[in-house]
């Protein structure tokens, strides 16, 4: 009997060990993927500030909006400017449209879409 005790303990104890372990993991895994991300957000928000005022200077020249971002480079902007994230996913959008031509990036991964809509001259925010 002390035996199967003894062999009993020691199942609780590596359960234990494993359920702290799987604890902290989960935890971690959360901060790191939820954690606020102030600079990167408000760098997002400065540069979407400074695409909108781009293509409202492509609007006055051109009279129109552009197609896509990238006919702001070089005459209304140097470059592209970066979004809180990088990469084809979570980098800045542009969608044209007849009509509507909205800008937007990732700002939370997977979901929480800021959004602006150069017609409405609006701000709004997906998920």
């Known amino acids: ?43 997002a928000r400065l540069n979407a500030e400074r695409i909108i005022a781009a293509c409202r200077a492509f609007q006055a020249k051109q ?11 070089p005459d209304f902007l140097p470059e ?3 979004a809180k994230y990088d990469g084809p996913e979570f980098g800045f959008t542009y969608d044209s449209g007849p009509g ?17 809509v150069l017609e409405e001259d609006r701000w709004g925010y997906l998920d």
């Open 1 to 43: 009997m002390a035996r199967s005790l003894g062999s009993t303990l020691r199942r609780l104890r590596q359960m234990a060990v494993r359920l702290t372990q799987n604890t902290v993991g989960v935890a971690m895994t959360a901060y790191v993927v939820l954690r606020p991300d102030r600079a990167g957000s408000e760098r």
């Open 63 to 73: 009279g129109r909006f552009p197609e896509a971002l990238q006919e702001l480079v």
């Open 80 to 82: 592209l400017p970066r």
């Open 100 to 116: 509507r031509h909205v800008l937007g990036w990732t700002e939370l991964i997977p979901f929480g879409r800021p959004f602006y």
